[in-house]
């Protein structure tokens, strides 16, 4: 085969160093955009971050070369919220929903605190100790001998967050080797000790003893006031709890041989025990606080959008630097000279991000109107193409922008990702947002009665006649969605 040359010619798009910067910064939430400053900020001498101008007065807007259109000033208030992580389920017998247990923590310390006025001391929060800590410190207290101390907190050691031990004695006593001649009953005994410490209920094998220990431990007054009660929520903690958690009532009452009025005290009485008495002391993972970066408000009858100023990076070229090199311009500040490129490119891509933040989030709130004025049910559809097309930018971009940016308005504070969602075909051949259907399926739920809740075929029928045709399976995955149990779940007595 003959060799030979070839002249073409082709296009291609090339992302240059501050188009990939750009890109990379609008997808980034506030907390990374601040640790990505931070490092930039060590590395590029020319760049500071200041909260001040030069003349000492306050530096309300770092972006002066910007003009983000929508509101004259920005808004200064800020929230932070917490994004709590629910404790891993440890319910090995029967498995109850979290919200069964009505009144099931008690808090006893307080990280909030508080501060007289005359006070001359700065307030620190204070540390709240782990639940092995907690335990150990009341295991000293006690008078046991060496051994049985050491055997007790070789037991804590094996209790998990929630406060359950994990492994059974036998598999813990063969974790000990021969030589210290444990005998059964002395890590029973052990167990004993730690299950009488606080919080009540710490050291159970299962949900049932966790909740025969709590009753155990209830004032006597209650027991002289409410023996029959107590005696009941006794048998069922002992040897009822799946039915309860099925509200298998009849078979309940059948196997109690009790009335109505009395499956409903014990049950409320149980509702009132800590299934996870070790949930307090969790500690929560670090990192998991949501900055909002908008603002919504009505001003003069209309909703609009402002930036948090708090989020808004305070960036400046440095001027000592900037100087020199207006004095010498020569090839050996080469180095300076990049520096300060880069320098002015983080600036106007940083005035360049909140301003596509700004101007997306006004487009939402212009397209959901309805939303900030009747709450969900008036959520209507709504595509990322949509506000693509209204802004002129392209899609991926409207994506980047609603990612892990969060919206503060009056009805809460909400990711902007939350605005867009699917849309199911009325009767009438308009559009309802699956948003929308929650907040129905949510309200009718919560209107029902207890008795007989709506089964997902009664909700798929009362939607339908409001004209919105929904699949059961669909109406499923929406209650699914809400964490609301299914009809037999919510039935009560």
Not at 61 to 87: L, M
Not at 138 to 167: A, C, P, T, W
Not at 312 to 328: E, G, M, S, W
């Amino acid at each position: 085969m003959k060799q030979s040359l070839q002249l073409k010619f082709s296009q291609s798009l090339a992302l240059t160093p501050q188009l990939q910067q750009s890109i990379r910064l609008l997808q980034l939430s506030s907390q990374e955009l601040n640790q990505e400053l931070e490092t930039i900020l060590q590395e590029n001498p020319l760049l500071e971050r200041t909260d001040k101008n030069d003349d000492g007065s306050e530096n309300v807007s770092q972006f002066t070369s910007t003009d983000f259109t929508t509101k004259d000033s920005i808004s200064t208030s800020s929230t932070t919220q917490k994004n709590e992580d629910e404790p891993s389920d440890h319910l090995d017998q029967v498995s109850l929903s979290d919200d069964y247990f009505g009144g099931a923590t008690s808090h006893r310390w307080d990280e909030t605190g508080g501060q007289d006025d005359d006070s001359d001391y700065t307030f620190q929060e204070a540390v709240t100790p782990t639940l092995r800590d907690h335990l150990i410190s009341q295991l000293k207290l006690m008078q046991l001998s060496e051994r049985d101390q050491n055997l007790s907190i070789f037991l804590v050691d094996g209790i998990n967050e929630d406060g359950y031990l994990e492994q059974s004695l036998d598999e813990l006593a063969e974790l000990l080797s021969a030589e210290h001649e444990i005998d059964m009953l002395e890590l029973q005994t052990a167990l004993k000790h730690i299950q009488h410490l606080d919080p009540p209920g710490v050291g159970a094998r299962n949900l049932s003893e966790c909740l025969l220990l709590q009753l155990a431990l209830l004032p006597t007054e209650i027991y002289q006031e409410n023996k029959n009660v107590l005696e009941l929520a006794l048998q069922i903690a002992e040897h009822h709890l799946p039915a309860l958690a099925s509200r298998d009532y009849v078979k309940l009452k059948k196997a109690l041989r009790c009335d109505d009025n009395s499956i409903r005290a014990a049950q409320n009485m149980l509702k009132n025990l800590n299934p996870r008495p070790g949930g307090d002391f969790t500690k929560l993972a670090a990192g998991h606080y949501i900055q909002h970066e908008i603002v919504v408000k009505k001003v003069k009858g209309h909703w609009q959008a402002t930036l948090n100023d708090e989020v808004v990076p305070k960036l400046r070229i440095n001027k000592l630097y900037a100087d020199i090199l207006k004095r010498n311009r020569d090839s050996s500040n080469q180095y300076l000279n990049s520096q300060m490129q880069e320098a002015k490119w983080m600036i106007k891509n940083i005035e360049q991000r909140f301003s596509t933040i700004l101007r997306v989030s006004q487009a939402i709130i212009d397209q959901q109107s309805n939303f900030f004025e009747h709450g969900e049910i008036s959520m209507r559809p709504l595509v990322l193409r949509e506000i693509a097309d209204d802004l002129g930018l392209h899609e991926s971009t409207v994506s980047r922008v609603t990612t892990r940016k969060y919206m503060l308005t009056p009805r809460g504070v909400y990711e902007l990702k939350y605005f867009f969602g699917s849309h199911v075909a009325t009767d009438n051949g308009g559009a309802c947002s699956a948003t929308a259907i929650r907040a129905l399926i949510k309200q009718m739920i919560a209107e029902e009665n207890p008795k007989k809740p709506f089964s997902d075929n009664q909700l798929t029928e009362v939607l339908s006649k409001q004209g919105i045709v929904v699949a059961r399976r669909t109406i499923a995955k929406y209650r699914e969605s809400l964490n609301i149990p299914a009809a037999n779940q919510r039935k009560s007595i």
